[in-house]
């Protein structure tokens, strides 16, 4: 297969599996290629993602590698043959990576968990709002980059993948512009809250039990509970986390969140006191 130039953190991701599958079965990649019919070369860019899979040799690896989770199997190769091109695609080029990885995980995501401490999240936010916080960064963008990112932030917002966020009052109360755009997300948060496919709920600062449950993350929901992966922001920019000691981790994290947050219905009251005061 060709290789590819830079691949997608899907891509990547599957890569990553087959290494996993590899390394529990105990083989070298030369001798999974030896079983392939393949050299250690070709192991190595499919586990690096910089080449794809065909579904008759990933089964004939899992088979080789004993693996015997045949719904995780299908899982690798509906990944594997997956051809879409979805509305990200037209920013490659003109966005860094994370951004597309980050539309690419929301479109094949089973749900979304996200926590927020200190900025309302990405998917709930006005476009007054991301304006700002963009703006806010350093280096400083150029105005057409600062509208790439506004666009693309907008359009991910257009999905219905089930979204259960927990934002804290600190990101609620936080003007990263002025009053009346301010007001206007906690007004767009209100309509949001009442959307099928979203649920919102709040920590304000004087409930107790908060203490150190949790910070700022997002997780997304794979086709099985393996395939999960979690989203940080780190100095360095976006870490995707998938090893299943650390996805454990983060979901235990996230239970703890929900369990001293706000039920829905008062958290729309919260919030509504809370734009009444502005």
Known sequence: MVQRREPTARQIRLGAELRKLREAAGLTAVQAATLLGANRVQISHIESGLTGVSEERLRRLASHYACTDAEFVDALVAMATDRTRGWWEAYRGLLPTPFLDLAELDHHATFLHEVAILYVPGLLQTEDYARAVFSSRLPELTHDEL????????????????????????????????????????????????????????????????????????????????????????????????????????????????????????????????????
Do not use: C, W
């Not at 919102?200 to 794979?222: E, H, K, W």
């Not at 086709?223 to 870490?239: E, Y």
């Open 147 to 278: 509208e790439l990112r506004i666009r693309h932030r907008m359009t991910r917002q257009e999905a219905t993948t089930p979204y259960e966020a927990v934002v804290h009052e600190s990101a609620l109360r936080i003007r990263v512009s002025d009053r009346a755009a301010s007001k206007a997300q906690l007004v767009r948060l209100l309509k949001l809250s009442e959307e099928d496919h979203i649920t919102l709920r709040v920590i304000p600062f004087d409930l107790d039990g908060f203490t150190r449950a949790s910070s700022t993350m997002t997780y997304v929901g794979g086709s099985l509970a393996r395939l999960d992966t979690v989203v940080r922001d780190a100095p360095h920019g976006t870490v995707l986390i998938d090893s299943e000691a650390q996805l454990n981790t983060y979901r235990t994290r996230f239970r703890k969140v929900e369990a001293v947050s706000l039920a829905p219905e008062r958290s729309r009251d919260f919030i509504h006191k809370l734009a009444q005061e502005l």
